[in-house]
Every structure is written in C-alpha cells, then in structure tokens.
C-alpha cells in the first residue's frame, strides 16, 4: 500500500498559525480569491474535510469566475500554494509559458489568467491528470497546449511509481505501482517551442524527482531561451545554473526561483 504525506493539521500547529503574520496575508488573500472560502479554506484546506471529486470556485482576472475539478484534498493544497501563496513568479507581461508537470492544470490556469498575453505550453504524463486538466483548461484552448508526456533528457519511454492521486508519482519514489510513459527530450522540446512561439518567459518544473536529471542535461542554447526558471524540490544542479548566468532565490513555499539579471 502507498503511503501518501499526510497534511491534517493538529489543534496545536493551527494555534501556532496565528502568531505568524504571513498566515494573516494568505488569510486576506484566500478570502479574495476563493468564492466559498468557508468550504475550501476552512473545511477542505485546513481541516482536510470534505468529499471528492469537487469545484473549487475562484476569483482571477480577466474571468467571471474559474472552476476547478478537484478530485482529493492534495488538489487543495495545489490550489492553495499557486493561487494564494503565488509560488510562481508570474509577473503578467509574459508572452511564452512552458509548465513541466502540468498535473490537473491548476497552474496553467494561474497563469492564463495572471499573464493574459501568455500561451501556456503544459506537459503532463499522467492520464487521469490530463484528462482532468483539459476539462480545467476548456476556456483557454485558444492559448494552451497540453502534451500527454513525460519530460527526459531522451525522446523515448520511461517508467514512474504511481499512486492514486498523481500528485507525488515519479522517477524518484521508492513504492508505487509501475507505470511505463512516452517522453519527450527537454532539448529538442524547448527549442521546437523557442521556434514556434518566441522567447520563453518563464519555465515551470515540478517532475517529481526528476528536476535535476533534466535541468542537467539541458544544453547551453536551451538555458539561453528562458528568463525565469521556478522548480519544485531540492535536487538541481546550482552550478550549472549559475554559470548559465541565472541567480537563484527561494520563495517561502519552498519553490526554488532562477531569474537573469539582465531580464528583470
């Protein structure tokens, strides 16, 4: 059996939350964004309640409203890290979006509607993820593409350990049903997406395991198309980014950000 992170909160670390001032501005702001904050702040996010599959109801620019299929609480705590917390440094001027781990779209989503002149370009290996993230992603056909794939340094096959929720299946876990994928080389992927669509503003990777494996294997010409790179995890190659001339912060959600000096 899988055992999955748990992220129930015990009556001591919600006390403990309110003495910390950065849960006050994610408070103000979750009251902003969510259009029933009650059931997804409160009893979903916080609690860990609630029954799935369900709709997260958001407020985002340039829309009336935005739904979200969710289908497990970890899809909460999706929702919760880039749409209140902004763990991805969206800034709303770019034109080319790359998302690596596009999951069941919640990040896309926060950047079609942060970033309006954006095309979002998301690859997913998963089916279940997919499917769900094309229904999540049925307004904005017209400026996204979603890949059914997983991203290597090779064009071939490759095999993750799965669990249930997708949320944590990749190369890198220990347990988990195995399961065979087609992926694309991250190489050829970047430079077919430089041709057709222009410089690439900002690159999101969350790949479960496999971050440093790809950002290794990326090629100098492939650094020098992106501006801003935000990746997931702990295991990437600083070295290497730095001398492709990338400076390097850290969000408090954990999420690693690399930006160039001469593009901000």
């Not at 964004?33 to 860990?48: H, I, K």
């Not at 347990?175 to 997406?193: F, K, Q, S």
Request: a neutral charge; charged letters at 20%.
């Amino acid at each position: 059996m899988t055992v999955l992170p748990s992220y129930r909160r015990s009556p001591r670390q919600i006390l403990r939350a309110f003495t910390d001032p950065l849960h006050y501005r994610s408070l103000l702001r979750a009251c902003v964004v969510y259009r029933q904050p009650l059931d997804l702040l409160v009893r979903r996010y916080v609690c860990g309640g609630g029954a799935y599959p369900a709709v997260a109801r958001l407020r985002a620019p340039g829309v009336t409203s935005l739904d979200i299929e969710i289908r497990s609480h970890y899809d909460v705590l999706t929702v919760q890290e880039i749409f209140v917390w902004r763990c991805y440094p969206c800034t709303g001027q770019e034109r080319v979006i790359v998302d690596l781990g596009a999951n069941i779209g919640v990040s896309m989503l926060y950047f079609l509607t942060h970033a309006p002149l954006a095309h979002v370009i998301g690859i997913e290996p998963m089916n279940g993820n997919a499917q769900s993230a094309r229904r999540n992603l049925s307004e904005f056909t017209a400026r996204s593409t979603l890949t059914e794939a997983a991203v290597m340094h090779y064009d071939g096959d490759v095999t993750f350990l799965t669990e249930p929720t997708g949320r944590y299946s990749g190369v890198a876990r220990r347990e988990g049903t195995p399961m065979t994928y087609h992926c694309v080389d991250i190489n050829r992927l970047l430079d077919e997406t430089a041709q057709r669509h222009g410089r690439i503003d900002l690159m999101k990777i969350d790949i479960e395991g496999a971050e440093g494996l790809v950002l290794s294997a990326m090629t100098d010409e492939a650094y020098s198309s992106i501006d801003r790179i935000a990746v997931e995890g702990d295991d990437f190659p600083l070295q290497r980014l730095a001398a492709a001339g990338f400076q390097h912060t850290v969000h408090r959600s954990g999420v690693h950000w690399f930006h160039r000096a001469d593009a901000d």
